[in-house]
């Protein structure tokens, strides 16, 4: 172990054909002919967990729960956090503010059925809660929702608040605790390192200095994130995707599942739940 502190484990439970790098490709309404492979890869991630005896919050899409409700109550009944990733995983900032709020109510509604809990934590498609839609605060915390996970305080072409704060906060005007999704400092600079694509560009050595650095030095927790298909990697290809959106989504696939397990058996986890541990942020 790293560290005493206890990180935070989050999985976002959708389909490898229901991501942004796909969307211009992939409309939400032709979803049901790709062959679903999000049950197997969750329950594989759901058994590696047990094996390392880690709980762990996951952010399901209202679509996929509605079609899979057991995957939901597996997910729960192995002890775990369910939160909302939306009902059909689009970008905010491309909604208007109704839109988002008949999307998000309709994944909440169908999150609790299908779980038995309150839903009170949000994470956003795609980290998209961005200054252009910070209104989705303002409906979240209508909805009922204690916390969110979308604020990614980094540059980035399809997400990200640059200069948000990089812990654990209460949101300023909102009555809603923030979980930015973690950044380490470099000689001032903010560098994404725990999850998603960077945990499989960046070489397993790094990812762990970089995070252990998060723990030691600023003496904070870290939020790491991965997604079901990122532990496939004998997914269905989509050819015709552009380098890009190809390269973000299938670059190091064959690795990812190693360097979870030793992630789980290097660092300390558990879920982000609806009592916050505060930091000062
Ligand atoms: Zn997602």
Avoid at 174 to 202: D, M, Q
Avoid at 217 to 226: R, V
Avoid at 254 to 276: M, S, V
Wanted: charged fraction near 20%.
């Amino acid at each position: 172990m790293t560290d005493s502190l206890v990180n935070y484990l989050t999985i976002d439970v959708e389909d490898y054909f229901q991501v942004a790098a796909f969307e211009k490709l992939i409309q939400p309404s032709t979803w049901e002919s790709y062959p679903s492979r999000v049950v197997q890869n969750t329950t594989k991630i759901l058994d590696i967990f047990d094996a390392y005896g880690v709980k762990g919050t996951f952010f399901v899409v209202g679509w996929t729960a509605e079609r899979f409700p057991g995957l939901v109550q597996d997910i729960v009944e192995r002890g775990h956090e369910i939160g909302c990733h939306s009902y059909q995983h689009q970008k905010i900032y491309n909604q208007t503010p109704e839109v988002f709020r008949q999307d998000t109510k309709r994944a909440k509604d169908i999150l609790e059925q299908t779980s038995g809990r309150a839903i009170v934590g949000y994470r956003a498609p795609t980290y998209s809660i961005t200054k252009k839609s910070l209104w989705a605060l303002d409906i979240l915390e209508e909805l009922g929702f204690k916390w969110d996970s979308s604020i990614f305080p980094i540059v980035h072409d399809n997400y990200g608040i640059p200069d948000a704060p990089r812990f654990a906060h209460k949101l300023p005007i909102h009555n809603l605790i923030e979980y930015p999704i973690s950044t380490a400092l470099f000689f001032g600079r903010k560098i994404p390192v725990a999850g998603g694509g960077y945990f499989r560009i960046f070489p397993y050595w790094f990812s762990k200095l970089a995070l252990a650095k998060i723990n030691k030095e600023e003496k904070q927790p870290f939020i790491f994130y991965l997604h079901p298909w990122e532990i496939d990697p004998d997914q269905p290809r989509i050819v015709s995707a552009g380098w890009k959106s190809r390269f973000r989504h299938y670059y190091n696939l064959n690795t990812t599942e190693i360097r979870l397990k030793n992630l789980l058996q290097d660092f300390r986890f558990g879920p982000i739940t609806d009592i916050p541990v505060l930091t000062s942020a």
